[in-house]
């Protein structure tokens, strides 16, 4: 069950999982403040925000574990983050998607076609799936991506155990229904153009053997 907090909240999150909607929404229900023109100030990184005066200002944002592309300053900002924790009054979110060859499938259409909301849709647009772009959809990029994910979310849950900081973990499925409405970008039927079995048992593998969800299923665990 997700829990409602009126304080301010960093929602952690990877592509494709309902993040934006469900952040938004969440905002909304618990009268939190937050920038409406840009709820991911700080993704990609940018030498003109400094993270500890940001943070002062109290307000709730989203911030992506993977990026698109990685690169040496968005280790560096995650680790500011990570090193302001215990002087902040923030509630912490993680965000994922328990199906990950769908999470996938989305995620290369987009980066495919660049159809990113119902708003980006075109037919002429969508012709370019019938070719996937290659690095995307490549083993080694879709499953680094994921395990990357994974990785960051076991480091946050360690630190937020360590500092006592109060979160929660939220799986795509709960954060749909909390949204209450359709908030995908109406392409789904297009994905079943592509298949890519292999991967998809690697992704599943990665998912389920790794240390976050073995975190999530133990019987000790009683995070929403």
Known sequence: MIKDYSKPFI???????????????????N?????????????PPSDKVKIEDFLKKQISFKFMLVGYNQHLKEYYQIQQLYNSFPAL???HI??????????????LFSLTTDIWHSKHFTESKCKNWNNPNRFFA?????????????D???ELIDIFEKE??????VEFEDACKYIGKDTSQGTKAYYDDYEDLELKQKLEDIFYGHEFYKRIKSPSYTKA
């Open 31 to 43: 009268n939190i403040e937050i920038m409406k023109s840009n709820h991911e100030p700080l993704s």
């Open 164 to 169: 006592n900081l109060n979160y929660q973990i």
């Open 11 to 29: 929602l952690w999150a990877s592509p494709r999982t309902a993040s934006s909607a469900f952040f938004y929404e969440y905002a909304k229900r």
């Open 89 to 91: 009054d923030y509630n």
């Open 94 to 107: 993680i965000i994922y998607r328990k199906d990950v060859y769908a999470r996938h499938k989305s995620l």
């Open 138 to 150: 490549s083993h080694k990029d879709s499953t680094g991506k994921l395990k990357r994910a994974l």
């Open 152 to 154: 960051k979310s076991v």
